[in-house]
């Protein structure tokens, strides 16, 4: 496994992070029972991964439950532990409140890596810096960071602080974070941690079709606007989206490597990228996603998988946010 240090921090990170948002259910996935989770997480661990990514948001604390669990197997100076703010608490006293619940659940005392999940326009900058820098002073939060963030948020931000990482949806489908957010990002120094990078499942190749796909996870733009749980509005690009998984397909058998493997390789070869998450819901998933890291693309095998996805790119455009026609990223 190789590691990265986070911003100007002194964290260090597992290229490959496990990423809990899948085991907590919903209309995404099934929820993963408890004990098969932190075995899952076990097996990460015990296969290099030391950096684990939950939120507040995911299964109204579920996540971060297990993720406390699993923590009394393990030695925590050796585990980085990330965790999200929801938008609705980033008022000064709310945060510190939401953080002092995370913990709790984490049963942990303090929280390496503390994201402010979405910004929100209604509570200003400076006032949820003051939050993350007094946690921070505290010992409660080592690096503060954020996600799902544009540029000019991004800016507001570090005129109240550091923040080291931006967590975004990053991967060959979904590479919308390349037209201004990963410059701005690396302009500054704060590293991107790259979620979703086999497109919610869109690149395991399990899927030939939009009919073959589960419906709850409809909701990106990839998919039409009308699809039971979208948001947006959009006519969506699903033609697109899979013809472009199959040139992905196509390019990986021309190499002879594993579609899975290159996907999620492909964002650690990107600049700026510290880690990429993965989920995982059963041991074997774990160790096969950990092995990613050492993974070599080769700079032909990147320029032939930058062709076969340019077209989806250009037709999905600037917007980062997968879910928003109206994004959330400023």
Request: aromatic share 8%; hydrophobic share 35%.
């Amino acid at each position: 496994m190789e590691y990265a240090t986070l911003g100007h921090s002194d964290v260090d990170v597992s290229r490959v992070g496990l990423g809990l948002w899948n085991i907590s259910g919903g209309s995404d996935w099934e929820r993963t029972d408890e004990r098969q989770a932190v075995e899952t997480i076990h097996a990460a661990y015990d296969a290099g991964v030391d950096f684990f990514d939950t939120a507040e948001a995911y299964g109204d604390g579920y996540s971060e439950s297990v993720l406390g669990t699993a923590l009394e197997g393990m030695d925590r100076e050796d585990v980085v532990v990330a965790t999200k703010v929801w938008s609705d608490n980033l008022a000064y006293d709310d945060l510190r409140a939401a953080c002092e619940a995370s913990l709790d659940r984490l049963g942990t005392d303090y929280v390496d890596v503390y994201y402010v999940h979405y910004h929100n326009p209604e509570i200003p900058v400076s006032e949820t810096m003051r939050a993350l820098r007094d946690l921070q002073d505290e010992g409660r939060v080592r690096v503060p960071a954020v996600s799902n963030t544009g540029p000019v948020d991004l800016g507001e931000t570090l005129e109240h602080g550091r923040v080291e990482a931006n967590q975004v949806p990053y991967s060959l489908l979904w590479r919308a974070v390349e037209y201004e957010v990963a410059d701005a990002c690396r302009a500054e120094d704060v590293d991107l941690v790259a979620y979703s990078p086999l497109a919610q499942g869109l690149l395991t190749g399990e899927y030939a079709s939009a009919e073959e796909y589960p419906t709850g996870r409809m909701r990106t733009r990839h998919f039409a606007g009308d699809r039971p749980e979208a948001r947006h509005g959009e006519p969506g690009v699903e033609d697109l989206t899979f013809e472009t998984v199959q040139r992905v397909r196509q390019v990986c058998a021309e190499y002879d490597r594993d579609m899975v493997e290159v996907a999620l390789a492909w964002p650690l070869h990107q600049p700026g990228v510290a880690s990429v998450l993965a989920g995982a819901s059963t041991p074997e998933h774990a160790r096969a996603n950990a092995a990613a890291a050492d993974v070599s693309l080769s700079e032909d095998l990147l320029a032939d998988l930058d062709e076969a996805t340019a077209d989806l790119k250009a037709a999905l455009g600037p917007n980062p946010d997968p879910w928003q026609s109206n994004s959330r990223y400023r």
